[in-house]
Nanobody, 125 residues
């Protein structure tokens, strides 16, 4: 059974940084794509970033390019999201997700089968 556990959320001032972690267990993730999504109150869940586990190829939403970096640690089975230059509009619950078919579009939430419980990120002005 796949389990994804996020950590690292919190309250930060605009311009600050946070690093989110997603500890993955229950499977071998070498053929997975791992993604981060976020959902603000009253809005749909949106794509933030993804990484193809076996190649390291990354994808980013335009709104976070140049500010956020997704990475993975094979030894720890953990995916990270380094968030710099945070803006108030980055405030949301951030979810880690796993897509077992890394050849499919990893920027759409509909291709992800497994989700973490979410971690709150609040950016104050």
């Amino acid at each position: 059974q796949v389990q994804l556990v996020e950590s690292g959320g919190g309250l930060v001032q605009a311009g600050g940084s946070l690093r989110l972690s997603c500890a993955a267990s229950g499977r071998t993730f070498s053929r997975y794509a791992m993604g981060w999504f976020r959902q603000a109150p009253g809005k749909e869940r949106e794509f933030v970033a993804a990484v193809i586990w076996r190649t390291g190829r990354t994808y980013y939403a335009d709104s976070v390019k140049g500010r956020f970096t997704i990475s993975r640690d094979n030894a720890k089975n953990t995916v990270y999201l380094q968030m710099n230059s945070l803006k108030t509009e980055d405030t949301a619950v951030y979810y880690c997700a796993a897509n077992p078919r890394d050849f499919t579009d990893s920027t759409t939430r509909y291709n992800y089968e497994y989700w973490g419980q979410g971690t709150q990120v609040t950016v104050s002005s």
